[in-house]
């Protein structure tokens, strides 16, 4: 049954990162390969504030999405001039940097050695120690983003962010500022993302940089192109599938050590598949 948890929790985990992608790239258009990056900014901040300052882990869920906001903030407004592949190769450049930044910042990310010794989320005394009251405890994190995603996508600001998506330069015409739209959804997609960090490092209570990769960053962007790009309901299939499918693996037989590659074997044979013959994804209705 801990295992069932397991796979529950893990789906919240990139039910939430997937979802904060998708405002981004599925409601905006924007062609972002930061999302590891703020989803490890939210971890850091939970690990540090946790084992250097003593704070609980419900009280960084507030901060984290904060910090990692304001980053989003600045650095989404120095990529303001950027567009399409330019957008893309510049969010790349930041996910280095931070990757960089956390391996050898020692004395406060602690490098490539992690930060281990994670305390659990606790609240009014009580500790979220089994997987049983962490599945509660995510889930519930999970239907307050897809709420969010749902009234933002919903909205007039969401109606606007699919205008972008569809023709910045028409809608620039009729005298909307796309960028500021751009920003501001880039800084929600962010401070989203690390929400998930925080539950992330809380769930497993250990992390290193080699868990905020390019290669976390495809899974999100496969997640969303496999599942329906702008489509909520596809976006957690998407997350769904592609946490079920590579657990499969551990059934098959194959070698531990090759189950890791198969994953990503798996991720890129999908997004290959789905980009040639069904570009919408599952449930989707806008292409890539």
Same mark, same amino acid.
């Given at each position: 049954?801990?295992?069932?948890f397991?796979?529950?929790?893990?789906?919240?985990?990139? *039910?939430?990162?997937? $979802?904060?992608q998708? %405002?981004?790239?599925g409601?905006?258009?924007?062609?972002?390969?930061s999302g590891a990056?703020?989803? *490890?900014?939210g971890?850091?901040?939970?690990?540090?504030?946790a084992?250097?300052? *003593? %704070?609980?882990?419900?009280?960084?869920?507030?901060i984290?999405p904060?910090?990692a906001g304001?980053i989003?903030?600045?650095?989404?407004?120095?990529?303001?001039?950027?567009?399409?592949?330019?957008?893309?190769l510049a969010? $790349?450049g930041f996910?280095?940097?931070?990757?960089?930044?956390t391996?050898n910042?020692?004395?406060?990310?602690?490098g490539s050695?992690?930060i281990p @010794?994670?305390p659990?989320?606790q609240?009014? @005394?009580?500790?979220?120690?089994?997987p049983l009251?962490f599945?509660f405890?995510?889930?519930?994190?999970l239907?307050?983003?897809?709420?969010?995603?749902e $009234?933002i996508?919903r909205?007039?600001? @969401?109606?606007?962010?699919?205008?972008?998506?569809e023709?910045?330069?028409?809608?620039?015409?009729?005298?909307?500022?796309?960028?500021?739209y751009?920003?501001?959804?880039?800084?929600?997609?962010a401070a989203?993302?690390?929400l998930g960090g925080v539950?992330?490092?809380s769930?497993i209570?250990?992390?290193d940089?080699n868990?905020f990769?390019?290669?976390?960053?495809?899974?999100l962007w496969?997640m969303?192109v496999?599942?329906?790009?702008?489509q909520?309901?596809g976006?957690?299939? *998407?997350a769904l599938?592609l946490?079920?499918i590579?657990?499969?693996l551990r059934?098959?037989g194959?070698p531990?050590e090759?189950?890791?590659?198969?994953?990503?074997?798996?991720?890129? $044979?999908l997004l290959v598949f789905?980009?040639?013959?069904?570009p919408?994804?599952?449930?989707?209705?806008?292409k890539l």
């Amino acid at each position: 049954m801990e295992y069932i948890f397991h796979i529950i929790i893990l789906i919240s985990i990139y *039910g939430i990162l997937a $979802l904060a992608q998708n %405002l981004v790239m599925g409601e905006a258009g924007l062609l972002a390969i930061s999302g590891a990056a703020f989803y *490890g900014i939210g971890a850091y901040v939970a690990a540090i504030f946790a084992t250097k300052l *003593g %704070l609980s882990i419900i009280t960084t869920l507030f901060i984290a999405p904060i910090i990692a906001g304001l980053i989003a903030l600045v650095i989404g407004a120095s990529f303001a001039r950027f567009r399409d592949d330019y957008f893309m190769l510049a969010t $790349l450049g930041f996910l280095m940097i931070f990757n960089t930044v956390t391996k050898n910042w020692e004395i406060l990310t602690n490098g490539s050695y992690g930060i281990p @010794g994670i305390p659990k989320p606790q609240i009014f @005394g009580f500790i979220f120690s089994t997987p049983l009251s962490f599945v509660f405890l995510s889930l519930f994190l999970l239907i307050i983003v897809t709420i969010v995603s749902e $009234l933002i996508k919903r909205s007039s600001f @969401g109606r606007a962010l699919n205008a972008i998506r569809e023709d910045e330069d028409a809608l620039k015409i009729f005298g909307y500022q796309t960028s500021r739209y751009k920003l501001m959804i880039f800084t929600i997609g962010a401070a989203l993302s690390a929400l998930g960090g925080v539950l992330f490092a809380s769930y497993i209570t250990f992390i290193d940089p080699n868990l905020f990769t390019v290669n976390e960053s495809i899974l999100l962007w496969a997640m969303i192109v496999v599942g329906g790009m702008g489509q909520t309901r596809g976006v957690l299939l *998407g997350a769904l599938l592609l946490i079920i499918i590579p657990e499969m693996l551990r059934f098959v037989g194959f070698p531990t050590e090759v189950v890791g590659l198969m994953r990503q074997c798996i991720y890129g $044979l999908l997004l290959v598949f789905f980009m040639l013959y069904r570009p919408k994804g599952i449930l989707g209705i806008y292409k890539l």
